[in-house]
């Protein structure tokens, strides 16, 4: 008698942020600074290529020999817990493109969550404010499509135009409110779809939007039409307004919320967690020196040189220091958090969370923990936990 064994890929499923991991993608090192210019702008060969070498020089190769380390032990954290692992390919995403309006440079995959929201058995890719990002979706294409043979619902966001001033400076009170590493906030126009989905706290048939500099409210009526009524929407402009949620609202578990306290407090608390016991967070590690040397020093220099040459880039700018939130619960009970974060980790294990200690030592420029994974299963059921 014979017998035909078949290795079967679980089908996508993951509700929420906290179910025993079962497959997850981890993103990708390889990093070189994004770069934008409009298209009416005579822009050299020469000197697009100019921009393109000294972008490299903000990403020397020890910087990318350790963020390839440190994702490499994430890597085999998630394996040893007993869960697969798969990586994007982004080797067609570093190359020059251009659309009516503009032209660019893509830049990695290593923050594979911030474009790509799994709901349940779908995947939506959020339509990013950022110029650079327009293509970087296609880098997980390899990946969709083997989970494809198995069928999930594979949505794509309406691509934006990003023209004209789609972005806007922040003015209260006649003062330009600057974000907490010192650059300008800046609001989104509502004029078309514009959201990126790590802006998304999910917690099964309730997802927490945040209306941000990555975000507007347009996007998430737009996610709450692909979604049904099945899912309810909420969003939340007061919590936070520079980018993503994932560094200031965390759900580890049914009824249990980590929150960044200097930024939630009881006047500004969503409705929806007021229910939820809360670990109010607010003893971060500071930026520490050799982060602060080498942003000063390496990379501001090198954003003054390429905009000199008529170049948006981004690399004057880093994560704030509340990156370091930034966590991936493996299970309801276990959580994998920056090493550095001694005071995170023992608030932690302190309300009871078996803690995994990791490198994370680029994520001031890069991405925290919780960015730079996207769960595409757990062992998960669809459930309302706010009813």
């Given amino acids: ?43 050299s060969e020469k000197k697009l290529g100019d921009a393109y070498e000294l972008a490299q020089q903000a990403y020397p190769k020890y910087f990318v020999d350790e963020i390839n380390e440190d994702l490499n032990e994430l890597c085999d954290v998630i394996k040893d817990f007993g869960a697969k692992v798969f990586r994007p390919n982004n080797s067609d995403t570093q190359k020059f493109f251009s659309t009516p309006n503009w032209s660019a440079v893509g830049s990695n995959c290593f923050n594979a969550r911030d474009l790509h929201l799994v709901v349940g058995n779908s995947v939506i890719e959020s339509p990013s404010q950022e110029k650079f990002r327009y293509h970087e979706g296609s880098s997980l294409y390899d990946i969709w499509y083997k989970y494809f043979e198995e069928g999930f619902r594979w949505i794509n966001a309406p691509k934006p135009r ?76 007061k919590i936070y307004r520079s980018s993503h949620i994932d560094s200031t609202v965390l759900a580890l578990k049914p009824g249990m919320v980590l929150l960044n306290a200097s930024r939630v407090n009881s006047e500004n608390m969503p409705e929806i967690l007021t229910k939820w016991d809360k670990i109010m967070f607010n003893d971060i590690l500071p930026f520490p020196k050799e982060v602060l040397d080498h942003q000063k020093n390496v990379r501001n220099k090198i954003h003054k040189q390429i905009t000199e040459m008529g170049i948006e880039t981004y690399i004057n700018d880093t994560s704030s220091e509340w990156i370091g939130m930034n966590v991936l619960s493996l299970d309801p009970n276990t959580v994998v958090v920056d090493k550095r974060q001694i005071k995170l980790c023992e608030s932690l294990e302190k309300n009871k969370f078996n803690v995994i200690r990791i490198n994370a030592r680029h994520s001031y420029f890069m991405g925290g923990i919780h960015c730079s994974t996207l769960d595409t299963v757990r062992k998960s059921e669809l459930e309302s936990y706010f009813d």
């Avoid at 997850?24 to 702008?41: H, K, Q, R, Y």
């Fill in 1 to 43: 008698m014979y017998y035909i064994l078949k290795i079967l890929l679980l089908k996508i499923n993951s509700h929420n942020e906290w179910d025993e991991l079962k497959e997850i993608i981890v993103g990708n090192g390889e990093s070189i600074a994004p770069l934008v210019f409009s298209n009416n702008e005579n822009v």
């Fill in 162 to 237: 990003l023209s004209g001033d789609f972005k806007t400076t922040i003015i209260e009170n006649g003062e330009m409110q600057m974000s907490s590493t010192g650059l300008p906030l800046t609001r989104l126009a509502e004029n078309e779809i514009l959201f990126e989905a790590a802006n998304t706290v999910r917690m099964g048939k309730d997802l927490l939007y945040l209306v941000s500099a990555s975000g507007n409210y347009l996007g998430a009526k737009w996610l709450q039409s692909v979604l049904g009524d099945e899912y309810r929407v909420h969003t939340t402009d």
